[in-house]
């Protein structure tokens, strides 16, 4: 493929990645409040479910861009992460106008994010 046939559909493929991700994000967190609907879980449980579908997301998105993509696929699988964790920052503080309440956990949560993206995006 030619170079301006790639970057023509690299945004594509990009927005693919993140709708993939964001899937598996709805998966996991809808058996995740099945599960807490179910049966009486703590909220570590919880929180370990939510740290799972951040990373499982982004693994996903990065791995899905990576197959597209020939060249520093590391590269784009952290962008994928980055963008989803933006896109996860605005959604929380249009909702909830506290987004993660401290600085520590968005770096965590940022973090989280950028692996997960990498290592799709490394293993594809």
Known sequence: MNKVAEKK???IHIAKALIFAYIVTAIILL???FILYKAQIPSGVVSVGVIL???LSTF???FFIGKKVEARKFL???AVGAIYF???IIISIIMNKAAFGSAG???TV???CLLGGMLGGMIS
């Open 76 to 78: 784009w699988g952290i």
């Open 86 to 88: 933006l896109i996860v």
């Open 110 to 112: 940022l973090g989280m």
């Open 105 to 107: 956990s968005i770096v």
């Open 60 to 62: 996903v998105g990065g």
């Open 9 to 11: 559909t690299l945004p």
């Open 31 to 33: 058996l995740l409040s």
């Open 53 to 55: 579908a951040y990373i």
